[in-house]
């Protein structure tokens, strides 16, 4: 049963991949519900299932079977377009590595997707620096990617994926490539975000540091949930 | 934003950027001079040709371009010259008096053009009398004697001063003679006017004839050459239907036919250059577009469109395409506007150069704006054609995959402070070797092809010859790869000396290529 609190509901998706026409299953008949404010770790060994799950639950894959839902809308049914307003709208994304576009500097980054939704200039600009100052990345507004560190990258990602006011924030792997001091910085932050502004954090990781961070795990296998615990904050 | 980023796209990988756009430019800068150094050759053999003697435009009875005889005479010549002289389009005309007769001297002789003309008049219409270079030209209807082309002199052993004898059938039937004292000679380079034309005053040709009022054309210059169409069509009209007016594309087809020549060869290597704007584009935009298959799926995983991923392609694209286009044009203009003021001095070349009628030692190419606009517009929409598959590709790509990177290079290899794969260059030659020889007959074949093309199989051909054997005698002769390497083998020489007439003035010539054996070291096709 849908209630407000619930801002994502996977009910039964299973996922299976087809390699040279052979089936490969990457999810199985697979249900959870994400509530706002959560902070939510999918943990579990290579091949479970974590970023299939990631990548449906953005709206970046479709099931083979099962519906979802983001906010009061299901996305499993939305074509190409609508997929991508969704994406654009309700979800943030942070990838692994490779996350910015390596031609626009950090500032130019994190206003990309306001820019995408239509916000106005002077506007764009003002939340672009707010969140770079709040992510500790004052003074490296104008730095390319690849003038940055890891690190430094991954903030100004997450940057972008909350400049967007999204319902979810689904960074997959953020701190794999990370050295341990970045990382747990990194982890730090969505936490502190997570609890000062609610925003709703959905990260895959195998990282015992990160998995420590989230308040809640939920563990997979083989493409199946084989348990989901909370902790208290 | 869609522009913002597409420069910074072209801008990223500069040495390719450089690559493409140069590739582009050098290209135009070339077609368009190349365009320009056909379009003065061009202008040169019209004017040339026309200016000496041929005119714009000739009115004849109707009839007489096709069979020219002094039974096609116009009789009422002043009154035809008055309607055309009323035409709008016609800033000048005269009337002229023309047969075939044999000039002689002594043991020498050949049978030329005898042209009777009013020198006032003709002065106005043509520029014949300024190339005399040898005793004096015609300057009132009271002058006497004959002017003659250097090649004509040369052959009768001629100077100014000499007689020239001239025997020919009058206008009544009978036998028309003649001694005329040579009065100058002139020389305008092409071989026809200088080697078989003789022009004297009216008053005289006249008297030759016994053709007191007849004319044979009525020789006009238009006031703009390029409303040629226009002009023959209102003179036409005014004239009436027992006279024909026969623009200079009919009244000199080797010019109409070399210029068209030169037109269709420019039209070849404008269609070449394409492929080389196309390949040139499409190359390297869809290398651009693969190597960022990641970023472009990150792109569409935060939202961006299809619509946004396909118009940013195709504007990186349209930038190199631009800047192409400015740098190509910029030279290609200049040199062209540059060599237009100085001219290309081609008198190395000037027995090349004789071949084709009216043309001078020094060419002077045009610059033509609605040209350059042309092909510039043409480059550009090919350029922006090329990067539509690209594009289409990068805004169909499916983000899971694309963020994968599928589509990229392996990620085994170094990779550079900016994330470029470095190139491997050993290990690339060592796969294409392999590749070479997987399929190793169609590697041999491939190899070979060029040797066969290579092989020896010519033939001499020109663009009298092209037009005069109707191709039925040339093809049977590249069919048999027969090698000729001479214009006198294919008859060309003796068309080549008679461009202004009209074919059925032509002498025979053009054995048959069929029966001659092939050259030595040339390879029979089978």
């Known amino acids: 049963m849908w209630t407000p609190s619930i801002i994502v509901r996977v009910d039964k998706a299973t996922k299976v991949y087809q390699r040279d026409s052979i089936p490969v299953p990457a999810l199985h008949e697979t249900s959870v519900e994400i509530l706002a404010g959560d902070f939510v770790a999918l943990v579990g060994p290579s091949g479970s299932g974590k970023t299939t799950l990631l990548n449906l639950i953005g709206g970046l894959d479709r099931p083979t079977s099962g519906r979802i839902w983001v906010g009061d809308q299901e996305i499993t049914s939305l074509g190409r377009k609508a997929l991508a307003e969704v994406r654009l709208r309700h979800i943030g994304f942070v990838f692994q590595e490779y996350n910015l576009v390596p031609v626009l500097s950090a500032l130019e980054n994190v206003e990309y997707v306001m820019l995408l939704q239509g916000v106005e200039e002077a506007l764009r600009r003002t939340e672009a620096m707010r969140l770079l100052e709040t992510l500790g990345l004052a003074g490296m507004e104008h730095r390319r990617p690849s003038e940055l560190s890891g690190g430094q990258q991954q903030r100004v990602a997450v940057a972008r994926a909350i400049a967007a006011k999204p319902v979810i924030v689904l960074p997959d792997e953020p701190t794999a490539n990370l050295d341990s001091q970045s990382g747990a910085t990194l982890m730090d932050l969505m936490r502190r975000l997570n609890e000062e502004q609610g925003t709703t954090f959905v990260f895959s990781t195998h990282d015992p540091m990160v998995v420590e961070r989230a308040r809640r795990v939920i563990r997979l296998r083989d493409g199946r949930i084989e348990a989901d615990e909370r902790r208290p904050a | ?526």
Request: one cysteine or more; hydrophobic letters at 50%.
């Open chain 2, 1 to 526: 934003m869609i522009w913002t980023l597409a420069v910074r796209n072209v801008m990223r990988n500069r040495r390719r950027s450089v690559i493409t756009v140069l590739s582009i430019a050098v290209g135009l800068a070339s077609l368009t001079f190349l365009w320009g150094f056909i379009d003065g050759m061009n202008r040169q053999m019209i004017n040339t040709t026309t200016r000496y003697f041929a005119a714009d435009a000739q009115v004849h009875l109707k009839g007489y371009h096709d069979d020219p005889s002094l039974d096609r005479a116009i009789e009422a010549g002043a009154r035809v010259l008055e309607m055309v002289r009323a035409d709008s389009s016609v800033a000048a005309a005269t009337v002229r008096l023309e047969t075939t007769v044999l000039a002689s001297r002594a043991d020498r002789s050949r049978g030329v053009l005898a042209f009777g003309v009013d020198p006032a008049q003709e002065a106005r219409v043509t520029d014949l009398f300024k190339a005399v270079v040898d005793g004096r030209s015609f300057s009132g209807a009271d002058d006497t004697g004959v002017l003659i082309g250097e090649g004509m002199a040369e052959a009768l052993a001629l100077r100014a001063g000499d007689d020239l004898v001239l025997v020919g059938q009058a206008y009544d039937g009978s036998v028309a003679s003649a001694r005329v004292p040579v009065r100058g000679v002139f020389r305008t380079k092409i071989d026809d006017l200088d080697g078989y034309v003789a022009v004297m005053p009216m008053a005289a040709m006249r008297d030759f004839l016994a053709a007191p009022e007849a004319v044979t054309a009525v020789a006009l210059r238009l006031r703009d050459r390029g409303a040629l169409g226009v002009s023959v069509e209102t003179l036409s009209a005014r004239v009436g239907a027992d006279h024909e007016v026969v623009g200079w594309p009919v009244l000199l087809p080797m010019v109409a036919i070399s210029i068209r020549f030169h037109e269709v060869m420019g039209f070849v290597v404008l269609t070449i250059f394409f492929v080389m704007v196309a390949a040139g584009v499409a190359n390297p935009v869809l290398m651009a577009v693969l190597e960022r298959t990641r970023e472009f799926g990150i792109m569409l995983a935060l939202g961006t469109s299809q619509s946004i991923l396909f118009r940013l392609v195709v504007a990186e694209a349209a930038l190199v395409g631009a800047a192409g286009l400015l740098l190509g044009n910029a030279v290609g203009l200049g040199a062209t506007a540059a060599f237009g003021r100085t001219g290309i001095d081609l008198g190395a070349f000037e027995a090349g150069l004789r071949a084709m009628p009216g043309l001078a030692d020094v060419i002077y190419p045009v610059v033509r704006a609605e040209r350059s606009l042309a092909i510039s517009v043409l480059v550009f929409l090919i350029a922006l054609a090329m990067a539509l598959y690209p594009a289409f590709r990068a805004a169909t790509l499916e983000p899971v995959a694309a963020i994968r990177g599928i589509g990229e290079k392996s990620s085994g290899g170094r990779r550079g402070s900016r994330g470029e794969t470095r190139t491997l260059l050993p290990v690339f030659a060592l796969i294409a070797t392999r590749n070479l020889l997987r399929n190793r007959k169609r590697s041999a074949i491939t190899v070979s092809v060029p040797r066969l093309r290579s092989s020896p199989t010519c033939f001499y051909m020109d663009s009298s010859t092209a037009s005069a054997s109707n191709s039925w005698t040339t093809r049977r002769a590249m069919s048999l790869g027969i090698c000729r390497s001479s214009a006198k083998d294919c008859g060309a020489t003796s068309r080549r000396n008679w461009p202004l007439m009209p074919p059925q003035r032509l002498p025979r010539c053009a054995p048959s290529l069929a029966s001659l054996p092939p050259r030595r070291g040339c390879r029979r096709k089978h």
